[in-house]
Each structure stands twice: as structure tokens, then as C-alpha cells.
């Protein structure tokens, strides 16, 4: 059974430039979330996908946007980057019905410079 | 902000001790989740407690919940040095799915 897996690990951007962040779920999990963890902190919920649509949305503004392919896959873009977005992007997937027990990917962690 | 509170934020024993933390929540629940990470990781799903559920165990982990206070907490017995991690408790709400998260301890474990 493949876990999460989520690409690239590690990546530098400066600000206003745009990040894709992909994400494949594990082995018959239909249902993919995405949190945004800063460093000291909890993670913090940014929005969850089930079949393709968006299925619930965190406090984030508009420019953090998502998709989910077919094959429940699923990426996170960041638009117009701020400092304060520097941070591990962890996708959690999961399989419906569920009683929320997430599996998470090791993450990416963004640097805004 | 619906974030729950964890309590300690740090803790460091010794190998062999029994290290406990607890967790409070403001909003009613569907079931409570703890998970660890390791240094900046991903978290691994450890133990759920559902809301109609007082005490659960799990190897050397022990949840309770006191719904009536709103709060949680997990005992890890026998400590080892490879406990040493962070640990979050998260609230599950049905609604979108999503899991609110506390600030986490960080657990210590000395050899």
C-alpha cells in the first residue's frame, strides 16, 4: 500500500512569485485535505477535496487554491506570495465514509525570501 | 479562534517515566485525535477517542475525554527515547471534514 507522497520537499520562492504543491494520496483514499503547519505551531486547516470539488475551506484568502484530478490526486497553488507564507504544507488524505483519522504526507516546506 | 489549548507546551523525563498531556477544546466535538511529529515531519495518526467515549487505549498510550470540560489527555507509559516528538491533539468537525489542531507539546525523552 503507497502512502501520501507530496513533491517537491523543500523549495525557495521570493515574494509575489506563484508555488504549486502536489500531493498524491493514499491507496484508495478518495478524499484529500491540506494544512498549512508555521514553524512553533499547530497545523492550520486550509480546504479539503472529495471528487474534484471543494468540499470545506479554512480561514485563507483566495489566492490559496486547489484541484483534485480523477485519480484523487491533488495540487495547492499560492498565488502572489507574502512572507507569511513560509511554512510545511502537509496534504492528509483520507477515504469517505471516515471518522476524520488522516494520513499525512512528510510535507513541503515553502521559504519565502 | 476555535484552536484548542495543549498543556504542557514542553515536557522533558527520563527514559522509563510516564509523560502525560492534556488538550482543551472550545467547541463540541465529533472525536478527538491525537498525532506525533517528529522534528518538522508529517504527523502520524496515534489514537481517536469518539465523543461518547470516556477512556480508550492503545499499546502504551492512554486517551480520556471529559466532554463536560472540554478536554483531553494522552498518557504515554514507559517513556522511550524514540517518543521524543510533538504531539497534537485536533478535533474533528463533520462539517468539511476538517481536523482543528492545538498547539502541540513537545515531548522530551532523556536515555
Known amino acids: 500500500e503507497t502512502g501520501v507522497t507530496q513533491s517537491p520537499t523543500h523549495l525557495i520562492k521570493t515574494r509575489g512569485q506563484q508555488v504549486t504543491l502536489r500531493c498524491s494520496s493514499q491507496s484508495g483514499h478518495n478524499t484529500v485535505s491540506w494544512y498549512q503547519q508555521a514553524l512553533g505551531q499547530g497545523p492550520q486547516f486550509i480546504f479539503q477535496y472529495y471528487r474534484e470539488e471543494e468540499n470545506g475551506r479554512g480561514n485563507f484568502p483566495p489566492r490559496f487554491s486547489g484541484l483534485q484530478f480523477p485519480n484523487y490526486s491533488s495540487e495547492l497553488n499560492v498565488n502572489a506570495l507574502e512572507l507569511d507564507d513560509s511554512a510545511l504544507y502537509l496534504c492528509?488524505?483520507?477515504?469517505?465514509?471516515?471518522?476524520?483519522?488522516?494520513?499525512f504526507g512528510e510535507g513541503s516546506r515553502l521559504t519565502v525570501l | 479562534s476555535q484552536q484548542g489549548e495543549e498543556d504542557p507546551q514542553a515536557l522533558s523525563i527520563q527514559e522509563g517515566e510516564n509523560a502525560t498531556m492534556n488538550c482543551s477544546y472550545k467547541t463540541s466535538i465529533n472525536n478527538l485525535q491525537w498525532y506525533r511529529q517528529n522534528s518538522g515531519r508529517g504527523l502520524v495518526h496515534l489514537i481517536l477517542i469518539r465523543s461518547n467515549e470516556r477512556e480508550k487505549h492503545s499499546g502504551r498510550l492512554r486517551v480520556t475525554l471529559d466532554t463536560s470540560k472540554k478536554s483531553s489527555s494522552l498518557l504515554i507509559t514507559a517513556s522511550r527515547a524514540a517518543d521524543t516528538a510533538s504531539y497534537f491533539c485536533?478535533?474533528?468537525?463533520?462539517?468539511?471534514?476538517?481536523?482543528?489542531f492545538g498547539q502541540g507539546t513537545e515531548l522530551s525523552v532523556k536515555p
Open positions: 485536533a478535533n474533528y468537525y463533520n462539517q468539511g471534514g476538517k481536523l482543528i
Open positions: 492528509a488524505s483520507t477515504a469517505v465514509p471516515n471518522t476524520g483519522e488522516l494520513f
